[in-house]
T-cell receptor, first 116, second 115 residues
Framework: AQSVTQLDSQVPVFEEAPVELRCNYS??????LFWYVQYPNQGLQLLLK??????LVKGINGFEAEFNKSQTSFHLRKPSVHISDTAEYFC??????????????FGQGTILTVHP | GAGVSQSPSNKVTEKGKDVELRCDPI?????LYWYRQSLGQGLEFLIY????????KSGLPSDRFSAERTGGSVSTLTIQRTQQEDSAVYLC?????????????FGEGSRLTVL
C-alpha cells in the first residue's frame, strides 16, 4: 500500500516570495511521483512528474520539485510566486513499472494563497 | 472533444434517489478513471477502465456504486439510493494508454449534493 502526506494544509505567502509545499510518501515499491494543481472550479492539471533520472524536475509555470529517496520526499518549490498561483496543490504517487497503470494515490492537498 | 467532459456539473438530489454521472474522455484515450473528492477526504480512487479488460472496482465504497463504459468511450457512474455521505465532487480522468504513468487528464467534475 502507498500513502502520501502533505504536511501543510494551507500556505499563505506574499506575491514574489518563494514557496515550498511539502510532500512525503510511503511505499514498499519503487514509485512515480506527481504534483497536480487545481484552480478554483476546475479539474486537476498535471504540474510535473518524476519517473526516473534527474531528481530535480521542472514543470509548468516555473515550478520545480526534487525527489529525495532517502527522505521519501517530493517537495514542490517556486522561487517567486504570482497571484495567479493561488490554487490547491496535490501530491500523488503511483507504483513504478510492473502492472502499474497510472492509479494514483493522492495527498490531502495544500491550499496556496498568494497575497498582494 | 478537446478535454474530458463531465455532466452534469452540478446535481442536487434527495436522499434515497438514484443518480447518474457521465464522463466523455478525450478521444483516443483508452484508460478512464473515476475519483471522488470530498471535504476532509482528499481524492479517492473509485474505479478504472482499460480497453476491454475487466475494470478495477477496488475503490468503490459500497455496492450502491457502479460504473460502466460503453464502446470503450463514454462512462457512466451510477449511485443508487444516495446517502448524504455521498455528497462530493466526482472527477473523471482519462489517459492515453496503460503505463502512461500518471499523465491523467481530468474533467471539471460533477458536484453531487444529497439533501
Amino acid at each position: 500500500a502507498q500513502s502520501v502526506t502533505q504536511l501543510d494544509s494551507q500556505v499563505p505567502v506574499f506575491e514574489e516570495a518563494p514557496v515550498e509545499l511539502r510532500c512525503n510518501y510511503s511505499s514498499s515499491v519503487s514509485v512515480y511521483l506527481f504534483w497536480y494543481v487545481q484552480y478554483p472550479n476546475q479539474g486537476l492539471q498535471l504540474l510535473l512528474k518524476y519517473l526516473s533520472g534527474s531528481t530535480l524536475v521542472k514543470g509548468i509555470n516555473g515550478f520545480e520539485a526534487e525527489f529525495n529517496k532517502s527522505q521519501t520526499s517530493f517537495h514542490l518549490r517556486k522561487p517567486s510566486v504570482h497571484i495567479s498561483d493561488t490554487a490547491e496543490y496535490f501530491c500523488a504517487v503511483s507504483s513504478a513499472g510492473g502492472t502499474s497503470y497510472g492509479k494514483l494515490t493522492f495527498g490531502q492537498g495544500t491550499i496556496l494563497t498568494v497575497h498582494p | 472533444g478537446a478535454g474530458v467532459s463531465q455532466s452534469p456539473s452540478n446535481k442536487v438530489t434527495e436522499k434515497g434517489k438514484d443518480v447518474e454521472l457521465r464522463c466523455d474522455p478525450i478521444s483516443g484515450h483508452t484508460a478512464l478513471y473515476w475519483y471522488r473528492q470530498s471535504l476532509g477526504q482528499g481524492l479517492e480512487f473509485l474505479i478504472y477502465f482499460q480497453g476491454n479488460s475487466a475494470p478495477d472496482k477496488s475503490g468503490l465504497p459500497s455496492d450502491r456504486f457502479s460504473a460502466e463504459r460503453t464502446g470503450g468511450s463514454v462512462s457512466t457512474l451510477t449511485i443508487q439510493r444516495t446517502q448524504q455521505e455521498d455528497s462530493a465532487v466526482y472527477l473523471c480522468a482519462s489517459s492515453l494508454r496503460r503505463g502512461q504513468a500518471g499523465e491523467l487528464f481530468f474533467g471539471e467534475g460533477s458536484r453531487l449534493t444529497v439533501l
